[in-house]
């Protein structure tokens, strides 16, 4: 089986982060993530890192889980930091041949991959506690642009249906001796079951479109959302909001 | 009896240029519950596509209570008319059951307590409550298949329109489902208007049967549709295997004008039957039996 792409598989459990109103909960990690990537001190970047981790802990969704999906994060960052380290200018701490590490570019490095992984484990607390329609509803009464909401409202609902046509083409080309190797006539055949796909999905639109028409779709759907942002949402955004925001001063001001 | 539907030299080509229709007429009569049928690719998807405005032909005309559905706007016909399509997977879009169901009520302009009470009534009607905050991925193909009859149930249309409902679907998701259409017609007299190649539905299912092969070859209720071998035999159709059982009983010497098509009508036909012989009835073997069976045989195969 593949596996489908489930950000809020563990939206079901009960933490304090479930339990934030999402529209706070989004617009407060928001805040806190572009603060943390715009930190220019490594030291402070850190605790923002720390203040990500415990986030994610506070929201019970399991470290297995988050480092499953960091792990490629971690490829791509990783990269990053290599070049920078050495194709930064600067003072000189290490040379392999031609190449030399600069202490400027591991500065420059870490800074960005401390930033990303704060990020990225920050979108976990976030999202991962709610299902993902309540994400779009939240989006939806955040005014977000209609169209950038039903992009991801089909997204969401269509991404399971073509992972399942996928899976059917591999089995049935499975069944028929098909094996993933890197000839020719492999590559070819993956590229007609591909267009297969394609056409398959285009024609799946075609039809979802009738079906909307049907029900007086006229470009705007709206839903109906049923948010109680309490005192609590309002407190716990606040501190989140805060946070960020002194890490800033503190980054400013040079106290660390 | 006011009609429901009435299409008028109806032709279509896709913009291919496939003919998928030639000069159709139809009528179908308020409360009626009509069947169209016809082999693989003989427009059925199609026709349907045309009872809403969806798709709209050359010439010819569709009109829905009396209105030509080229005078009015296309939200007047939504309304009275839904469509339930084939693949729940493109009726059920949006993420979750909830929302899908209040979508079509929501654009219809409906204000937010009366969405909610359509929404809930179309739940409890096909058996759904307690699913609202289901994803449509969720669920297996029997809900899903429900689930988007209750997304156009909660427009509450007087015309219901359905593609292949039973198709695929385990015996009792089919009762269940053939149930529902039935008491929809008969509590709420909607009408139905349903393609199917679900022969043995038929009977049980709907009043008349159109053979539809990109015209209308005929017209009329199962039995006389059911009783006209060579109809059958030029649009790939089958009969219910309940009416060629009594096809074989004939030729074994028992005595029927009307072939039943259903286990009910079965029942029926042999209580008066075997009322009429003293309390039994009586089959036998001649020598033109055997002849007979193989005749029959040979009728109903398809090449
Ligand atoms: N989008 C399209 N573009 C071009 N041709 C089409 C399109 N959809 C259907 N057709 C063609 O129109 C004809 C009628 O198709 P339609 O799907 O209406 O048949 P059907 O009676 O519903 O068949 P089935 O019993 O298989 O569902 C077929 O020849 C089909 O290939
Ligand atoms: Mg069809």
């Known amino acids: 089986m593949i596996e489908y792409p489930e950000i809020d598989r563990y939206a079901s459990l009960d933490s304090p982060m479930h339990r934030f109103d999402p529209r706070a909960k989004i617009i407060a990690f928001l805040f806190l993530i ?57 003072e000189e701490i290490a040379k392999f041949y031609f190449l030399s590490i600069t202490a400027e570019g591991l500065y420059t490095g870490s800074l960005i991959t401390i930033r990303a992984f704060s990020a990225v484990i920050l979108i976990f607390p976030m999202i991962g506690t709610m299902r993902f329609d309540t994400t779009i509803k939240a989006l939806e009464s955040l005014k977000v642009p209609n169209s950038l909401v039903q992009m991801l409202m089909f997204t969401y609902r269509y991404i399971f249906v073509f992972a399942d046509e996928f ?39 075609e039809r979802v479109y009738r079906a909307m028409r049907s029900r007086g779709y006229t470009g705007n759907p709206k839903t109906l959302v049923e948010f109680d942002i309490r005192r609590r949402d309002y407190i716990l955004a606040a501190s989140i909001i805060g946070f960020a925001v002194s890490l800033h001063i503190i980054s400013f001001i040079g106290v660390v | 009896m006011r009609e429901a539907i009435t299409v008028r030299n109806l032709s279509y080509a896709y913009p291919d240029g496939t003919g998928a229709l030639e000069d159709v007429n139809m009528s179908v009569y308020e409360g009626e519950r009509v069947a169209i049928v016809g082999p693989n690719g003989a427009g059925k998807t199609t026709f349907l596509l045309h009872l809403n405005g969806i798709l709209r032909g050359s010439d010819g005309q569709v009109e829905v209570f009396g209105k030509s559905m080229a005078k009015v706007k296309r939200g007047e016909i939504i309304k009275e008319v839904g469509i339930v399509f084939q693949d729940p997977d493109d009726q059920l879009f949006m993420p979750t059951l909830f929302d899908d169901l209040a979508f079509g009520p929501i654009n219809l302009g409906l204000k937010e307590e ?41 427009m509450e249309p007087r015309i219901l329109v359905l593609d292949e409902p039973t198709a695929n679907l385990d015996p009792r998701s089919r009762a269940e489902l053939i149930g529902i259409i039935k008491e929809l017609n008969e509590r709420e007299g909607i009408t139905i208007v349903i393609a199917t190649h679900d022969v043995n ?18 017209e009329g209720t199962p039995q006389k549709i059911f009783s006209d071998v060579e109809l059958l035999k030029e649009n790939n159709l089958e009969v219910p295997e309940v009416f060629k059982l009594f096809e074989v009983l004939r030729c074994f010497g028992y005595n029927c004008e009307e072939l039943p098509l259903s286990i009910e009508e079965a029942v029926e036909h042999l209580t008066r039957t075997v009322g009429i012989n003293d309390g039994h009835f009586h089959l036998h073997i001649h020598e033109h039996t055997h002849d007979e069976v193989r005749k029959l045989r040979s009728k109903y195969e398809h090449h």
């Open chain 1, 34 to 90: 572009f603060s943390i990537v715009l930190i220019p001190d490594l030291k402070i970047v850190f605790i923002g890192l720390f203040f990500a981790i415990f986030l994610l802990i506070l929201s019970r969704i399991p470290i297995a889980f988050v480092l499953g999906h960091l792990k490629w994060v971690a490829m791509f960052v990783l990269s990053f930091f290599v070049i920078l380290a050495f194709t930064f200018p600067g």
């Open chain 1, 167 to 205: 899976q059917r083409v591999w089995t049935a080309m499975g069944a028929r001796g098909f094996k993933l190797r890197t000839s020719l006539y492999a590559l070819r055949t993956i590229g007609k079951a591909m267009g297969m796909l394609f056409v398959r999905s285009y024609e799946r639109a």
């Open chain 2, 114 to 154: 009366e969405v909610r009470e359509r929404v809930k009534n179309a739940l409890l009607t096909l058996g759904l409550s307690g699913y609202e905050h289901r994803c449509p991925h969720h669920l297996s193909y029997g809900e899903k298949k429900k689930a988007s009859l209750a997304a156009v149930m909660s």
């Open chain 2, 201 to 218: 539905a038929i009977p049980e299912l709907v009043d008349r049967v159109y053979v539809l092969n990109k015209t209308v070859i005929t």
